[in-house]
């Protein structure tokens, strides 16, 4: 604890990673971009972390992602989303588990930082009280428990629902798995009231943590000599905690130890006490355990003197915390506070800065990702940070790393807070050795040697900070991915043929590349027929399906190759274009083909520079002929049906349709030839106008487009 650093956990890094505008600089039209994407992007990590407790980002980084969302919504009030994150607390529910509806809503707590935040958060709450500095008020202090909250119900006693807190209004019903948990009793001690809702933590002993992981370890050496994948090891106790709770089959949360402290309440149809600090000796009295360390404080100093003790005995302890938690000890107070947004303004939780030690950068590995991003880890001289031995920490990208200035033998502070991944903070640059010279970020993916590139973003003309593998028909680390796409329903919809087979198939390099899938009954029968779990039936049924997949059409062919940013719309686009797969491939091989794709309606410059590099990555197209010598590709028409009347024209639909739905007028239009487009430029040739149309309208006339309703256009193309 002695390196830590009084920083925000999360403000240093996050500005580093992202290069972000600063949020008093940022006019109102980047705040809702920003907003928006904040919004997707922690519902991803909130899906992550929740959803299938494995997150990919560490909690400084989560953090400082909704700190500026929420930094952002405070300048910008105006914009706030109806999706915004603010509005939530965790992740939606699973869909595995049936769901609860909290009778009270499971809250959230505001974060503080700094000493100044918590003499702030008491002045608020004396402003709010209209109390002069002389009225005393007492706080219980509790240590902040890094598990995951869970409410208990009780009825008459009874321990009748378990719930997790799930988006804090909807939760997952976890009863049966919580009944294993031997801190949580069954029926309560004493005179209980007739409906009480208790909540608190679950957690995980270090100990156990440590059993649990050894265990996982153990069986992934089994699996890798029998040749098959290992599985991901829990990153941490709160998340193994979460793996083991949300387990189906109770069993299994039987045979992994979790604890539980009490520490709040949810529905109570009495009340046993009237301040925190009763309910909680209640809650002991009727048999659960409640932390041994949770202490009464008057004033600012000496709630901070406790939070100072508490950091002191952290690394001690045998779970994590990850800060301590003050509240009112008044529930009268408790109540006149009232809440803001979805955290009560009569509690705050105090954060620890995150953990931070010195270490030297041996190394600098590149990994790849399954879609082909390449991610810097550093490799280090192996360091103990809060308890644990860290020898890898991430570096995020190549600007995360020339920001820092990171280089091979440079002497770094790396940084961890409870974290899955630690990260490295900054370079102790009096300690670089002289020899030392900035870090090369490679051009080329080091898993299969294609060339690696940043994209562009067309509007703002800014490079993408990650940089990705081209190869993504032969690239070993994405390869999985890709023919799993390549078989699925919208490409090559090869039955038989699912993930868990073409992952074992890869392993055992029966298929490296998709080309293999057409030579797996010429080459590999026999290996097939000894597998497991496949008999003769099976296989002559999985060389059917294959064969029945040898003719196809150039669109699917297009949509399976699995070009980045190129999907099934797009792949048919591609198709209708250009017919044959020899046109395709000439089109590409031009030296104007990044601005002649975006000639076509609907190809904007991201896309048609994605095609470009996978054509200008030799390794791509040498798969892609080994795929097509096993293949007839089919040509697709023009779907000019040549006596329609619009074939070949662009035409735009705005505001309601009466006679059909917007899919079926699609469709139908389509299949005369016409392209459809979604938004009115010089290359419209008729918008089609119902009731409601608006700003669409408005561009047809302003580029003198034929505007025509809906009879009009049924008209033309005869009914
Ligand atoms: S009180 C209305 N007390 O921290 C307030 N929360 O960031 C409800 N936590 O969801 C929470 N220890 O999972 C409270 N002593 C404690 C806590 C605690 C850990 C967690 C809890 C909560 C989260 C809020």
């Not at 109540?335 to 190394?363: N, Y």
């Not at 993408?464 to 028909?473: F, I, K, S």
Request: charged share 30%; hydrophobic share 40%.
């Amino acid at each position: 604890m002695s390196k830590k650093k009084e920083i925000a956990p999360g403000h240093d890094l996050f500005a580093a990673a992202t290069a972000a505008i600063a949020v008093d600089k940022l006019t109102e039209k980047d705040a809702a971009a920003e907003l928006e994407r904040l919004a997707g992007e922690i519902a991803e990590h909130d899906r992550r972390y929740h959803g299938e407790d494995a997150p990919t980002i560490s909690d400084a980084e989560y953090d400082a992602l909704r700190l500026r969302n929420n930094a952002i919504e405070a300048r910008f009030p105006k914009l706030i989303r109806p999706d915004s994150p603010s509005h939530r607390v965790g992740a939606k529910a699973s869909e595995k588990f049936a769901k609860v509806v909290h009778a009270r809503p499971m809250l959230s707590l505001d974060n503080a930082f700094a000493d100044e935040d918590v003499t702030d958060f008491v002045a608020r709450i004396r402003r709010f009280l209209g109390l002069g500095d002389d009225v005393p008020l007492t706080f219980t202090c509790e240590p902040k428990i890094d598990g995951l909250s869970a409410s208990l119900r009780y009825e008459n006693g009874v321990l009748v629902q378990a719930a997790t807190r799930g988006d804090g209004t909807e939760g997952e019903d976890i009863t049966a798995n919580v009944r294993t948990i031997t801190d949580i009793p069954l029926r309560l001690k004493g005179k209980a009231p007739a409906v009480l809702e208790v909540r608190g933590e679950v957690y995980m002993t270090h100990k156990e943590f440590e059993r649990i992981v050894a265990e996982q370890e153990a069986e992934n050496r089994e699996r890798a000599e029998k040749g098959k994948k290992e599985l991901p090891v829990y990153a941490n106790p709160r998340n193994s905690a979460a793996g083991s709770l949300r387990q189906l089959d109770p069993a299994v949360t039987a045979s992994r130890k979790l604890n539980f402290f009490a520490y709040a309440w949810g529905e109570a149809s009495d009340m046993p006490a009237d301040t925190q600090s009763g309910m909680l000796s209640a809650f002991k009295n009727f048999g659960f355990v409640v932390n041994p360390l949770i202490r009464q404080a008057a004033t600012v100093e000496e709630i901070l003197a406790f939070y100072r003790e508490i950091g002191e005995k952290r690394a001690l302890l045998p779970y994590d915390i990850d800060g301590v938690v003050y509240k009112i000890d008044s529930l009268e107070l408790q109540q006149r506070l009232g809440f803001i947004s979805r955290s009560p303004r009569w509690a705050i939780a105090h954060k620890f800065p995150a953990e931070q030690a010195e270490t030297t950068v041996e190394d600098i590995d590149i990994q790849v990702g399954r879609t082909g991003k390449l991610t810097p880890v550093a490799k280090l001289k192996p360091v103990t940070v809060g308890g644990v031995v860290v020898q890898n920490a991430t570096l995020h990208n190549q600007d995360y790393i020339a920001k820092l200035d990171v280089r091979i033998g440079d002497t770094v502070v790396i940084q961890r807070a409870g974290d899955v991944i630690p990260q490295v903070v900054r370079v102790v640059e009096d300690k670089r050795p002289k020899a030392s010279k900035p870090y090369k970020f490679p051009d080329k993916c080091p898993v299969c040697g294609s060339h690696a590139v940043r994209e562009v973003d067309e509007k703002t003309g800014k490079e993408d900070v990650d940089r990705r593998c081209t190869g993504g028909l032969i690239c070993p680390a994405q390869a999985v991915e890709r023919l799993r796409h390549f078989v699925s329903r919208d490409c090559f919809d090869i039955e038989g043929m699912g993930e868990k087979a073409i992952q074992s198939f890869f392993e055992d390099g029966l298929i490296k590349e998709p080309a293999d899938i057409f030579q797996l009954s010429q080459k590999h029968a026999e290996a097939l027929l000894e597998r497991e779990g496949w008999g003769e039936q099976s296989v002559k049924k999985l060389f059917e399906a294959i064969d029945a997949r040898r003719q196809i059409p150039l669109d699917r062919f297009i949509n399976a190759l699995g070009i980045r940013h190129v999907g099934e719309t797009t792949a048919k686009l591609l198709a209708r274009h250009f017919h044959t797969l020899l046109a395709f491939y000439e089109g590409l091989n031009s030296k104007t083909a990044t601005t002649d794709l975006q000639a076509i309606d609907g190809i904007g410059e991201t896309v048609a520079k994605a095609i470009k590099d996978f054509y200008d990555e030799p390794r791509n197209l040498a798969a892609l002929f080994r795929l097509a010598r096993e293949l007839t590709v089919l040509d697709v028409a023009a779907p000019a049906a040549s006596g329609s009347p619009v074939a070949g024209k662009t035409v735009v639909f705005t505001g309601s349709l009466e006679k059909m739905t917007r899919q079926e007028a699609k469709a139908r239009a389509e299949s005369l030839g016409a392209k459809v487009a979604s938004s009115v430029s010089k290359k419209t040739d008729i918008v089609i106008a119902g009731p409601g149309a608006g700003s669409k309208l408005a561009e047809a006339e302003k580029h003198g487009v034929q505007v025509m309703n809906e009879d009009e256009w049924l008209g033309l193309i005869g009914g």
